[in-house]
């Protein structure tokens, strides 16, 4: 594919607020996870929870969209210079030429969860309660939209925890296509019933904070939070450097519901097709910023399929440790953690994981390493077995 | 952006597979509402289907049907499904359940609430490895995912399969989101002409808001503004007729996609 340039990306997660929190974390091995005390959750769990005094009403003229999903959608747009870059693109190209890509598997559907404690006697929801503009997968793409009064075309992409990576490959063709000029890609989740008791149900949540790939490792960590990129085909004006999308891979595992293809089949195809989609060999790749949800079944199809494309000796780590696993927000804010790889010459250890399991064959590292990253990949795994890989790299200009 | 249709399966009351709703829809047979007919989703494990709700079985139903009419094995397409919302029976259970005491989700239900589910069981029962997408517009989905499809073919892709569907929502989710009827429709898509094509479609996003597209039968007006997916219904009623015509669609609150059907 065409390279499509990163021109700014925002981050906000229970890690960090904003890129400069985020590496700050990453360097001091500091994760975001602590303890359940989210709403009226009872589980013996840890969350990656941003502070709820940070999450500020979204703006006066958008109230109808305010809910914990989109407030944490307003708070990555507000940092990192990102909204001012979305306002310059939006005046350079018009605002029908610039589209809005964001994954999500949960949206605002918090809402809901409450709205339903609260139903009258004859079975009704609330009379202030918002559906469309809240709960509806498409609320939180909407509000990015309305936020900066863009009229180009816009989806919210829900393919559980592919979603946001899967963001990037929809804007891309769109951009290819000639449909818009610039894109705003991300990804925005926020914690919820439905997904903490229904991992809860599967027996998937880690009580102790995950520890990918750690031989003692027990489970997930439910994060929240959000990334956003503005992709452009040109890189900014006068940067010595800047980092581009390379290439994506998308492919279906056509297994099961919930659980990977045992032999990593389908995450294979993933990374192999993002790799020709970047015309690139594995061996140019620096560095895997992996799915690694932390799961006994999940992080060792991972290592197959990690091995099979690239062998054993490419480094590799999961950053699930700093932000818990943040759903549908995870390929942007993981996508975004490579971009901060390649921009401040590291690779992110894997914070929580003490012991690596010996059953792995892959170069996973614990420790950050001080080391040039050029090319990094970023895989995203999700519910109804659908994958992507993304390659980004730097691009000497 | 040029495409083929090559296609066209629909499930809706008184619609019964593309064969039996052309004459309706083309307006030369009238439309009779009727009950929606039992949903075929029999390329499905049997012990996969019973996990399933209508949601997934429509948009199974539909899908199948494009690919068998267009005599296509069921593992070799690409497809984009797309619908104004999750499953509202599966949601409305997880709610009830988190509003509750006890708080016991179960697991069947949560791995079907995410809004990829008909996607997830669509692989299983193709064993299709290619790349799928979910995707969401609210109530103007359809009109995305014609988008999304068209710009695989541009890109990528020599056919891609469209599946787009919306189930009626239990009480009291009905209450604040109403979808009056169930709907399902499915287009086999293709980046070049074939021998099977049926038209000739190009797609344009307008730059001013163009009036948007409806039905002359009073009956299939009210199924289309009754459910959000049903914004399909002009576009299939233009390739019903097999004549040349123009169709407009909402893509987004204030914006329009005009597509130009032309006959092969």
Redesign the interface.
């Known amino acids: 594919?065409q390279p499509l340039f990163l021109n700014r990306y925002a981050i906000a997660s229970s890690a960090g607020i904003g890129l400069d929190a985020t590496a700050q974390a990453v360097r001091e091995m500091r994760s975001g996870l602590a303890p359940c005390a989210f709403e009226t959750v009872r589980l013996d769990t840890h969350v990656g929870q941003i502070a709820d005094f940070v999450l500020l009403p979204v703006r006066a003229e958008l109230s109808e969209f305010d809910c914990r999903n989109n407030r944490i959608a307003q708070l990555c747009l507000r940092q990192d210079g990102f909204d001012q870059a979305v306002t310059a693109a939006r005046e350079k190209y018009g605002p029908?030429r610039v589209g809005v890509f964001i994954g999500t598997?949960t949206s605002g559907?918090l809402e809901?969860?409450i709205a339903?404690?609260h139903?009258d006697a004859d079975?009704?929801?609330p009379g202030d309660?918002r559906?469309?503009t809240t709960h509806?997968?498409?609320?939180v793409?909407?509000f990015v939209?309305s936020y900066f009064g863009l009229?180009g075309?816009?989806?919210?992409?829900?393919?559980?925890c592919s979603s946001s990576a899967?963001a990037f490959?929809?804007a891309?063709?769109?951009i290819?296509?000639g449909?818009c000029d610039a894109a705003i890609v991300g990804g925005v989740d926020s914690l919820c019933?439905?997904t903490l008791?229904?991992?809860?149900?599967?027996g998937l949540l880690s009580p102790v904070g995950c520890r990918p790939f750690d031989a003692e490792r027990d489970g997930i960590s439910i994060g929240e939070g959000a990334g956003m990129v503005l992709l452009e085909k040109a890189p900014v004006q006068g940067a010595a450097n800047s980092i581009a999308l390379l290439g994506v891979g998308?492919?279906?595992?056509?297994?099961?519901?919930?659980t990977p293809h045992p032999e990593g089949?389908?995450a294979r195809?993933a990374m192999q097709q993002a790799l020709a989609s970047a015309t690139l060999q594995p061996d140019a790749v620096d560095y895997i910023n992996l799915h690694g949800t932390g799961t006994r079944s999940n992080d060792a199809t991972e290592d197959k399929a990690v091995c099979a494309v690239f062998g054993t000796d490419t480094p590799c780590s999961s950053t699930k440790g700093w932000t818990g696993h943040t759903l549908g927000a995870c390929g942007a804010i993981e996508a975004i953690i490579c971009a901060l790889a390649i921009d401040r010459s590291f690779m992110p250890g894997s914070v929580n994981t003490r012991t690596l399991d010996p059953a792995m064959e892959l170069d996973y590292l614990i420790q950050n390493r001080n080391r040039p990253v050029r090319i990094a990949m970023s895989n995203a795994f999700?519910?109804?077995?659908?994958n992507c890989s993304l390659v980004l790299g730097q691009a000497r200009l | 952006m040029k495409l083929f249709v090559e296609s066209a399966a629909i499930r809706a009351p008184g619609l019964t597979g593309w064969s039996g709703s052309r004459a309706i829809l083309a307006g030369e047979k009238p439309y009779e509402p009727a009950p929606l007919a039992p949903l075929n989703a029999d390329l499905l494990p049997a012990v996969e289907r019973r996990r399933t709700g209508s949601t997934v079985k429509m948009a199974l139903s539909v899908g199948q049907e494009a690919l068998a009419s267009a005599a296509r094995p069921v593992d070799r397409t690409a497809t984009v499904f797309v619908s104004s919302g999750n499953d509202g029976d599966v949601i409305n259970d997880i709610c009830i359940t988190l509003a509750g005491a006890e708080r016991q989700v179960s697991p069947t239900r949560f791995h079907n609430s995410v809004h990829n589910a008909p996607a997830g069981y669509w692989g299983i029962a193709t064993h299709s490895h290619h790349p799928s997408t979910s995707l969401c517009a609210f109530d103007w989905s359809f009109a995305i995912g014609l988008l999304e499809a068209a710009t695989q073919l541009h890109v990528d892709r020599s056919e891609v399969l469209l599946i787009a569907y919306d189930m009626p929502y239990p009480m009291p989710l009905a209450g604040i989101r109403p979808v009056h009827q169930p709907f399902g429709t499915a287009l086999l898509l293709t980046r070049d002409r074939t021998q099977q094509s049926m038209a000739r479609l190009e797609l344009t996003m307008d730059t001013r808001a163009q009036e948007i597209s409806r039905m002359g039968d009073a009956a299939l007006e009210q199924l289309r503004i009754g459910n959000p997916c049903a914004s399909a219904l002009p576009l299939l009623a233009a390739l019903a007729r097999a004549q040349p015509g123009s169709v407009t669609l909402q893509r987004n609150a204030n914006q329009t996609l005009s597509i130009e059907v032309g006959t092969i």
């Open positions: 594919m029908a598997s559907i809901t969860e339903y404690r139903r079975n009704a929801l309660f559906y469309a509806n997968t498409f609320s793409a909407w939209q009229s075309p816009s989806m919210a992409l829900s393919t559980a899967k490959g929809s891309a063709r769109m290819a296509a449909l019933l439905t008791y229904g991992f809860g149900s599967l998308e492919s279906s595992d056509a297994y099961h519901m919930s089949l389908g195809m999700g519910f109804g077995g659908t």
